[in-house]
């Protein structure tokens, strides 16, 4: 939540041509996201959409004994609601902010006449849904196969790409529900992490020290999901800013 | 020709294209060739480019997530009910998972480039196909879930539900393997797993045949998601 927000700083919005920037941009409420807040339970209708700036918000997919596990983080790289656009009008997941920041969100009803236009703002909103897709997929053969350990260093990179600087807010809790595993397997692997030096803990904090040691700990779902992410979204653009 | 045209005779044997407004199912039909799906064949392996679209209609189809030769995931299963090449819509060709045919038979097959040309043509049939895309991606995060949760008997007996579904048959062919491998876990587990539903009567499995005595035995094993599955289905497509 540093500093002053602006649509850019999310790579979808930032994608968008001249012209659509201009029908979209004007509709953008910016919102702030508190930790742990939910944004919608499954089976709500979706009103909106979010396009994280600084913030992030993870998807989880609850089983009727109130147990849950992460299908995919969102951050300023995507967009929360893929489900409108496709014509669902409930979701299936609940949308849990995992980092505190903000987001701007835009009404469903304009979010459809966009689409209906089928111009850069659907191909680009498409092609997010498919690095999406892949997110999922690969976080799900990750859960079954891989340790705690590689889990936890698979998801804690995926989170600091999101975010501006090297510093992730969070609890315990809230980390092994994503991973969906119990809290005491999320202090054992964040300690083996902390004695190694690659991360320090304290209050809350999950600062990254040593970024290079924390891939080589991961299992190689973080390389398969950035790699699509990266091939599949437009590059930043050449200044890596919008205006300020 | 002749093919195409003997093609447009078996189309309501895929409830996609049955539910397609009749304008748009025809043009597709029109350009479908019959095909036959073989047992264990690999329709598109994740990272390459998808040539066919493919509108099962006796034939299945299954999704896997894979990180090596050993660790996967059965994360879709694709029959009647539904289409692979799905990504298209989203305006990618490049597969990101592996299409494995699970249960042998015929398939309607469209060359890729022809269906995106239809997609631009109709916005209601994108509209429609959407809405599939929506329920295979719900799928998908349902099965990891219950990936990640459920029992190995429970995810059996929903594997099994659901290939009940779509070989349209209580009898099929299987190999414990092959459970194994589209589960994410160890042949001892299907085992052990699957002699328990034997046990109890509610299959019978020998030789690589397996039998379905009693479905609604299995749905009293199987974890929610198979019925929560089957209903978004129907909400949505129906």
């Given at each position: 939540m540093s500093g002053i927000?602006?649509?850019?700083?999310?790579?979808?919005?930032?994608?968008?041509?001249?012209?659509?920037?201009?029908?979209?941009?004007?509709?953008?409420?910016?919102?702030?996201?508190?930790?742990?807040?939910?944004?919608?339970?499954?089976?709500?209708?979706?009103?909106?959409?979010?396009?994280?700036?600084?913030?992030i918000v993870s998807l989880l997919y609850v089983l009727e004994n109130g147990s849950s596990a992460e299908i995919c983080v969102v951050g300023n790289d995507g967009v929360i609601g893929v489900s409108l656009f496709m014509g669902g009008e409930t979701t299936t997941s609940r949308a849990i902010v995992q980092s505190a920041g903000s987001a701007y969100r835009l009404s469903g009803r304009r979010l459809k006449q966009e689409f209906e236009r089928q111009g850069e703002t659907m191909h680009i909103l498409l092609r997010y849904t498919q690095a999406l897709i892949t997110q999922m997929a690969q976080t799900a053969?990750?859960?079954?196969?891989?340790?705690?350990?590689?889990?936890?260093?698979?998801?804690?990179?995926?989170?600091?790409?999101r975010l501006p600087d090297n510093k992730l807010t969070m609890t315990q809790e809230l980390?092994?529900?994503?991973?969906?595993?119990?809290?005491?397997?999320?202090?054992?692997?964040?300690?083996?992490?902390?004695?190694?030096?690659?991360?320090?803990?304290?209050?809350?904090?999950?600062?990254?020290?040593?970024?290079?040691?924390?891939?080589?700990?991961?299992?190689?779902?973080?390389?398969?999901?950035?790699?699509?992410?990266?091939?599949?979204?437009?590059a930043r653009r050449a200044d890596g800013l919008g205006p300020p | 020709?002749?093919?195409?045209?003997?093609?447009?005779?078996?189309?309501?044997?895929?409830?996609?294209?049955?539910?397609?407004?009749?304008?748009?199912?025809?043009?597709?039909?029109?350009?479908?060739?019959?095909?036959?799906?073989?047992?264990?064949?690999?329709?598109?392996?994740?990272?390459?480019?998808?040539?066919?679209?493919?509108?099962?209609?006796?034939?299945?189809?299954?999704?896997?997530?894979?990180?090596?030769?050993s660790s996967n995931l059965e994360v879709g299963l694709v029959g009647s009910e539904g289409m692979l090449g799905?990504?298209?819509?989203?305006?990618?060709?490049i597969a990101s998972l592996r299409a494995l045919v699970q249960g042998a038979g015929?398939?309607?097959?469209?060359?890729?480039?022809?269906?995106?040309r239809e997609l631009k043509r109709s916005p209601h049939l994108r509209e429609r196909l959407n809405l599939y895309l929506f329920v295979l991606i719900t799928q998908l995060t349902q099965m990891a879930a219950c990936a990640r949760y459920?029992?190995?008997?429970?995810?059996?007996?929903?594997?099994?539900?659901?290939?009940?579904?779509?070989?349209?048959?209580?009898?099929?062919?299987?190999?414990q393997e092959f459970l194994a491998y589209m589960l994410g876990v160890r042949r001892a587990g299907i085992t052990r797993a699957a002699s328990n539903l034997q046990k109890r009567r509610l299959i019978r499995y020998s030789r690589g045949s397996m039998h379905i005595l009693d479905a609604r035995g299995l749905e009293a094993v199987t974890c929610?998601?198979?019925?929560n599955a089957a209903q978004l289905y129907s909400r949505v497509l129906t």
């Open positions: 927000a602006f649509p850019e700083q999310n790579h979808i919005l930032d994608a968008l041509p001249p012209a659509e920037r201009e029908r979209i941009f004007p509709h953008l409420k910016l919102v702030t996201l508190p930790l742990g807040s939910v944004l919608y339970e499954a089976g709500d209708a979706l009103r909106h959409i979010y396009f994280p700036t600084d913030s053969v990750c859960n079954r196969h891989h340790t705690v350990d590689q889990q936890l260093a698979r998801w804690l990179l995926l989170s600091l790409d980390i092994a529900d994503m991973l969906g595993v119990r809290r005491e397997g999320v202090t054992d692997s964040a300690g083996k992490l902390q004695k190694l030096g690659v991360i320090t803990y304290s209050r809350g904090t999950i600062r990254v020290l040593d970024r290079q040691r924390l891939e080589h700990l991961s299992c190689e779902c973080y390389a398969v999901v950035k790699r699509e992410t990266d091939r599949l979204l437009p | 020709m002749t093919a195409r045209i003997a093609a447009a005779g078996l189309a309501p044997a895929n409830q996609l294209l049955a539910g397609l407004r009749a304008s748009d199912r025809r043009r597709l039909i029109a350009q479908c060739d019959p095909i036959e799906l073989g047992f264990e064949e690999v329709l598109c392996e994740a990272g390459e480019r998808i040539r066919y679209v493919y509108f099962p209609t006796t034939g299945f189809i299954s999704l896997i997530s894979a990180v090596d030769k799905s990504s298209l819509m989203l305006g990618v060709e015929s398939a309607l097959r469209m060359d890729a480039a022809r269906f995106v459920h029992l190995v008997e429970a995810r059996l007996a929903r594997w099994l539900l659901m290939t009940r579904d779509r070989a349209h048959s209580n009898e099929f062919r299987l190999t929610e998601c198979y019925a």
